[in-house]
Each structure stands twice: as C-alpha cells, then as structure tokens.
C-alpha cells in the first residue's frame, strides 16, 4: 500500500472519531442536499468529502451520489480525457 493510501485512511479515520465522538453517524451526513453542495457548489472530489467531511471510505460516497444521480465533475473531465486520449471523444 502506498503512503497517500495510507494518510487517506489515517485521515478517514480521524474524522470518523471525530464524529463518533460528537455522537455523528457519519453516513448521516451523506444527504442529497449536502453531496450536492460539496460536489456541484465547493468541487470536491469523493475522496476530499470521504476524508474531510464524513469519515468514510471514498466508495460509500460515490455509491451515495449516484443513488442521487449526482456525478463530480472532476470525474466527468476525468473521463472525458481519459477518452480522448484513447481516441474515443
């Protein structure tokens, strides 16, 4: 495992205590109203609000936004270079 897999999940961790300690489920925080804020308005990525916001493994909150049909567009343009690198866009 690299070390920016590592200080990921140290810091998913922390923040998972930390709202542990606070009495904060964190997948309560994974409204549609504030994945849309985080995604659509701040451009977070998934890992920054797995990491920063709500303590959880960057999967969950994909699985989340897209059960609200919410999609970064930081992954968008990702994928959109990534096709036109392959000649596919």
């Avoid at 701040?42 to 609200?68: E, L």
């Amino acid at each position: 495992m690299d070390a920016a897999k590592i200080r990921q999940m140290v810091k998913v961790s922390n923040k998972r205590d930390e709202l542990q300690m606070k009495g904060i489920k964190p997948e309560s925080l994974l409204t549609k109203e504030n994945l849309e804020k985080w995604i659509l308005e701040d451009k977070m990525t998934f890992s920054k609000i797995a990491t920063d916001m709500v303590g959880c493994d960057p999967i969950i909150v994909s699985r989340y936004a897209k059960s609200f049909n919410l999609s970064s567009p930081i992954t968008k343009k990702q994928q959109y270079m990534i096709a036109k690198k392959l000649g596919r866009a």
